[in-house]
């Protein structure tokens, strides 16, 4: 993670000590802080205000040393070790208008930190911070959280709750937008939705402790072999922010078996398959240290935000974990790369990507950072892979790359000769032509790349992106996955709905209708798992059917006599992922057991089947009837079932058998038809032969 | 022409036993039995096409290695068979079978793969790894861009006279004789007076595949870089060609013109000293080293070769 100093504004002379800042949570676009005993109030871009000149209020002539908490019309801080101070520089309760200093009278309490809220709770209160603390007028209690609230009627109170806090609480984590707070304690991570407090006359109700909903239970896979620890979870809040499709963000805490040192993680987890990954380690302890994370948009498919961002760095002496205005700032002191002096940076900025710090001293101002270019596409591409996946391919020794989740419409590519350098990715492209719908697939035709969507196809001419031209063809159906579309002497051929379609690089056209029949059984919610292969004469496509989560079904469609006479068959075998090669004829599968394997061998003991057309009998206007079915059949000692269906009718079977090629025929039940067809059933897994043709008598 | 009456009589398809064939297997969707066409078959399940004139039943799948998770990516490339199997990317040996994991760490979701020479490039969109596939060597995609300047102390005596701009890329090195080279670092200064530059930089790499870096440095006063100095030339070719009328022989003239001059901007022969090319090649280090005593003077510098990545970017993960 990388910050760049985009402009400073040094109408104050901050060469005092300068306090930490903090920014309004119901305007972005503003930050507060104080210096030399004066509120200042920062707005974007550059309008620096002085509020109030404190130094009147302060006993002592000292001055405040931590900014705390900004609710929604003041600020706390703290004087001292013992001294708190909310100063409301605009506040509108009754009687209380007006700029003021406001003594909250705690000398005995040492604030260790606290949580900032700022949220009406119903019935006219309004919560405005929480400070846990020790007090030593309430030592029975153990350690105490205080909610400091504005009841209308009453002014200021502090309310008292036993939380079941064991020992201080040591981070304060974050004020969600949404109406949560969190913080840690030693005995684990707590969270809770400002929903769920309950305000009964000075105190909160028991019920907010433990608010339903707010816990979940961790999952056992991590318990010790995967991270090395044995985790004893405490609280794992199950939802904080940001639901997309299927995916579940949130934090958790895990301590050792010794209780000793516990890690503060943050999580995101697949609510369908329940994987849990990118699980970061975002402060270890006392929120100091931590691991190397990267950053990724959690917000990426939210309707209501999509541009924030959760940027997380590396947990060493400088690190920083910081992020958008609802999230937790763990540790925010970043070290200036040009000053060499402690930047307090408090939140992105959500809309522009820009942070707001100040530096520690040394006259620097206020100071606007901007994440740095490069970090910002980094930040972009670094979503973690999600419907169709990344693909990737390689032409005129360039690398092109789609399917970055919420980066659909973005064509990446790479320099030339130099796969490992990609470019800055190429947004929009398709939108005219695609109607915004996302990239699906990327395949090389006849010297020209193709982009598909659901839409169609678009073309990209020219060996360099100085000479790139786009051209929109004249398919309108285009394919619903890359893995799913496969390049063949014929054209790229890919299934939708209603069948096999295939595309020329000019339009696209449905050559395989029957494949409308096979894949009205799709099973649709698991088709980004579906893949297909072309081996150089069939196109094999597996596909998950029914309920089923794995692809189950097989369509192989033979090539060899060329697009107008392809023929297809239906399969149950199952397969995961496969790759032909077609450099030795082979086909590898995978399955979901872990089997890697090739195709081919010995006969599969499947189960097959094969229904006839149907024949009329004595030209449909009157019936007839067939005597005698003529066959031609290899059977090597299984049993041919043969059912035949009159009018519609299966009549009773008839079975033969033979262990050599053996032409003979077999009476066909009486009576006179319209029409007759016949279903054949083998079961035995033996190297059965049907030879063309056969005949009816 | 003939007329109606002296043609032929229409042949008449001779009426036989009906046929029933298996050679087309399934492909419209007609719900019609009746009116399929011959050959076609209704319903087909596990068939095998693979004889000519026949069918058969289906083959079965032949293991050749078992014990893995989910497998949800394959990818081949020689004889080199990678599997991606949860957050594993195995490698097989295809004459062996021999099995070696070569890398724990991807997201689990499928893995993208292609080969290029001898690297595979992999990724599922969250992870983008490389494997130099003689060694199985793990790195990711490309290098990251030095991100800090290297510094140019005063030495001994006995060195170059002027201000300097000191600059380093790091290089990754490959035993096939591959090489790749990252875009210059942040530009830091060294003034010496016929003294000794000592160079430092960082002696570790952000990437296990650097090997080396290389160390660049700009003639005393010149800090154009090649792209800076080719646009200048440009320009002033068209200030050229306009002001001498040349551009009436047209397109054939600027690209005979253009080339030449590409190409004496290439080997630094401009003799235009308003657009003097750098920063030139000073000299390789390996990585791990951590102090450099440069005494190249100006004239051996020039002749070595200019920075030529005018963008190189492993924007995309890195």
Known sequence: ?697 | MASPSQRAPAQRKPQGPPEISFAKGINTFQTNRLLLDPGEAATLLNADFDQIGALGIVQANTPIATGMGRIHSIYKTGDHLFVGEGTNLVHFLVTTMAKTVVYSAFNGDDISMLAYENFLYATEGENKKKVYIPTLAVTEWGIENPLTAPSGAVGDTGGPSGTYSLYYTYVAKYPDGTEYETDLSPVATAIVDTAKIEWSYPSTAPDSQVTHLRLYRDKSGVTATLAQARVAIEAKQTALEQSSGMVKFGNLFQTVIRSQTNKAVSQNMVADPDVIVGPFFVDEVEIGTVLYVDNVSDTDLVQGAPFTRERYRPIFGV
């Not at chain 1, 698991?526 to 597996?542: H, I, M, P």
């Not at chain 1, 097989?554 to 496969?578: Q, S």
């Not at chain 1, 009157?622 to 079915?629: D, E, I, M, R, V």
């Not at chain 1, 043969?642 to 079975?655: F, R």
Request: glycine share 10%; charged share 15%; hydrophobic share 40%.
């Open chain 1, 1 to 697: 993670m990388t910050l760049s100093i985009i402009g400073r504004y040094n109408a104050v002379d901050l060469s005092s000590y300068c306090v930490g800042n903090v920014q309004d949570p119901d305007d972005l676009d503003s930050m507060y802080f104080i210096n030399a005993n004066k509120l200042y109030k920062f707005t974007w871009p550059d309008t620096l205000t002085m509020l109030v000149d404190l130094t009147s209020y302060l006993q002592n002539n000292s001055f405040l040393t931590a900014a705390i908490a900004k609710d929604v019309s003041s600020i706390y801080g703290e004087l001292g070790t013992d001294l708190h101070y909310a100063i409301a520089h605009s506040h509108s309760t009754p009687g209380e208008g007006g700029m003021r200093i406001v003594d909250v009278n705690l000398t005995n309490l040492s604030i260790t930190t606290c949580v900032p809220a700022g949220y009406s709770v119903g019935g006219g209160f309004h919560v405005h911070m929480f400070i846990p603390d020790t007090f030593v007028a309430y030592t029975e209690l153990g350690t105490v959280f205080y909610a400091r609230s504005v009841i209308s009627a009453e002014g200021y109170q502090w309310f008292g709750k036993r939380l079941g806090l064991t020992s201080p609480i040591t981070q304060a984590l974050s004020l969600n937008n949404v109406g949560s707070i969190y913080w840690v304690d030693n005995a684990g991570f707590h969270g809770i939705g400002y929903s769920d407090w309950r305000v009964t006359g000075l105190s909160l109700s028991a019920s907010a402790a433990q608010t339903p909903g707010m816990y979940d239970t961790p999952p056992g896979a991590y318990d010790s072999a995967l991270w090395g620890y044995n985790y004893n979870w405490t609280h794992w809040p199950k939802k904080i922010r940001g639901w997309d499709d299927n995916w579940q963000y949130g934090f958790g805490v895990a301590r050792t078996s010794n209780g000793s040192v516990f890690d503060l993680w943050f999580y995101r987890k697949n609510v369908v398959t329940l994987q849990y990954q990118a699980q970061y380690v975002l402060a270890v302890a006392n929120g100091e240290g931590g691991t190397a994370v990267d950053a990724f948009d959690m917000w990426q498919n939210d309707d209501d935000v999509s541009t924030r961002w959760i940027y997380f760095s590396h947990g060493s002496a400088n690190g920083v974990v910081y992020s958008s205005s609802v999230w937790p700032v763990v540790a925010t002191n970043y070290v200036d790369v040009d000053t060499g002096v402690n930047v307090y940076v408090h939140a992105l900025h959500t809309n522009e990507q820009y942070c707001y710090a100040v530096h520690s001293g040394g006259g620097q101002g206020v100071c606007i950072t901007k994440l740095m270019e490069t970090e910002l596409i980094t930040g972009e591409a670094e979503p973690s892979i999600g419907g169709i996946g990344a693909r990737i391919l390689m032409k005129d020794k360039r690398v092109f790359f789609i399917g970055v989740p919420g980066y659909g419409k973005y064509l990446w590519w790479g320099q030339p000769l130099e796969p490992q350098a990609l470019d800055v990715g190429w947004d929009g492209f398709n939108s005219t032509v695609f109607d915004d719908e996302d990239n699906t697939s990327i395949n090389v035709l006849d010297d020209n790349l193709y982009i598909g969507s659901q839409k169609g196809f678009i073309r990209l001419r020219g060996k360099s992106p100085d000479s790139w031209v786009l051209d929109q063809t004249l398919a309108t159906i285009g394919p619903l996955s890359d893995k799913t579309s496969s390049i063949t002497p014929f054209g790229l051929i890919y299934p939708r709905e209603n069948g096999l379609w295939l595309f020329n690089g000019f339009t696209s056209v449905l050559f395989f209708e029957k494949g409308k029949n096979l894949l009205n059984n799709v099973n649709w919610t698991e088709y980004a798992r579906a893949f297909s292969l072309w081996d150089g004469r069939y196109y094999r496509l597996y596909y998950p059917s029914g309920s089923s989560v794995e692809n189950d079904r097989e369509l192989v469609v033979d090539l060899i006599g060329g697009i107008e006479n392809a023929r297809g068959t239906e399969g149950d075998r199952a397969a995961t992922f496969g790759f032909a090669d077609l450099t030795t004829n082979t086909v590898y599968l995978g399955d979901a057991s872990g089997n890697l394997m090739t195709l081919g061998g010995t006969v599969a003991s499947r189960a097959f089947s094969l229904t006839t057309k149907e024949y009329p009998c004595n030209g449909l206007l009157n019936a007839g009837s067939f005597s005698a079915l003529h066959y031609d059949i290899d059977l090597a000692g299984a049993t041919l079932t043969i059912i035949p269906i009159c009018d519609g009718v299966e009549k009773a079977a008839l079975t033969i058998t033979n262990t050599t090629r053996t032409r003979s025929k077999v009476s066909l039940p009486k009576g006179n038809f319209y029409r007759v067809g016949f279903r054949f059933e083998v079961t035995t897994a033996v190297a059965v032969k049907f030879y063309d043709p056969w005949y009816l008598e």
